[in-house]
């Protein structure tokens, strides 16, 4: 069983629209959370921290509910420019604080 | 100046072929990583390096060996290059303690023929 699911997508939606993306975690020792964005052939990058009592960032809202062990990432008011794939990162403190991402949501906002 | 860089971006090489990858970050950072990705199966862990004189394996560290040369420097090589190696393979870094994330370096596509 992977350590970290994610939907594939992908997910296609007009300008303007509001998207979800949820992902979940198998290890209950998993302390630290992430969402990342990767555009198309480049490096990941860090999108922001999730905290436990959720956390904004301008149009991007991030959630945590460790009883049901997932994380979700919620994108308002969608842009051209937020078309990417979209990264669940976990760390594990019983595995020596590694990494573990999901294999990402492809996210496409179409004009 | 890109805080982590990777050398070479592209590379194309035949199977048996012994290739080295190299890393270096000016961030500072004690912990470094080596990740290939490959399309619906997600960034996997091949190797990474809490300091200097550490060394461990990650996911699928078979047919890879690293070499952390320096707090800056961690290379990855293939020894015998075989067509499933055939990747985008990335270096990352990290400063490790509480609310640690990691920084990519932009890649390397490795084409194995």
């Known amino acids: 069983r992977k350590e970290v699911e994610q939907d594939p997508g992908p997910f296609n939606v007009p300008e303007g629209a509001t998207v979800a993306f949820n992902c979940t975690y198998s290890n209950s020792a998993s302390q630290s959370f992430f969402w990342y964005r990767q555009d198309c052939r480049k490096e990941p990058k860090l999108l922001m921290s999730v905290y436990s009592s959720g956390n904004e960032d301008g149009r991007f809202t991030a959630q945590l509910n460790r009883a049901s062990q997932y994380i979700s990432l919620l994108i308002r008011d969608s842009k051209l420019s937020d078309s990417a794939t979209y990264l669940c990162?976990?760390?594990?403190?019983?595995?020596?604080?590694?990494?573990?991402f999901g294999t990402g949501t492809s996210l496409t906002v179409i004009p | 100046d890109a805080d982590v860089t990777q050398t070479p971006r592209n590379r194309i090489t035949k199977t048996g072929k012994r290739i080295m990858l190299e890393c270096s970050q000016t961030k500072g950072h004690d912990r470094m990583y080596w990740y290939r990705q490959d399309p619906g199966l997600g960034l996997r862990l091949i190797y990474y390096?809490?300091?200097?004189?550490?060394?461990n394996k990650g996911e699928i560290s078979d047919g890879y060996s690293v070499s952390r040369q320096a707090q800056a420097k961690f290379s990855l090589s293939l020894e015998s290059a075989i067509p499933n190696q055939t990747a985008l393979y990335f270096c990352?870094?990290?400063?490790?303690?509480?609310?640690?994330?990691?920084?990519f370096g932009p890649g390397t596509r490795l084409l194995v023929l």
């Open positions: 990352a870094t990290s400063r490790g303690g509480a609310g640690e994330t990691q920084y």
């Open positions: 990162v976990v760390i594990i403190s019983s595995t020596g604080n590694q990494f573990y």
């Open positions: 390096s809490f300091d200097v004189k550490d060394i």
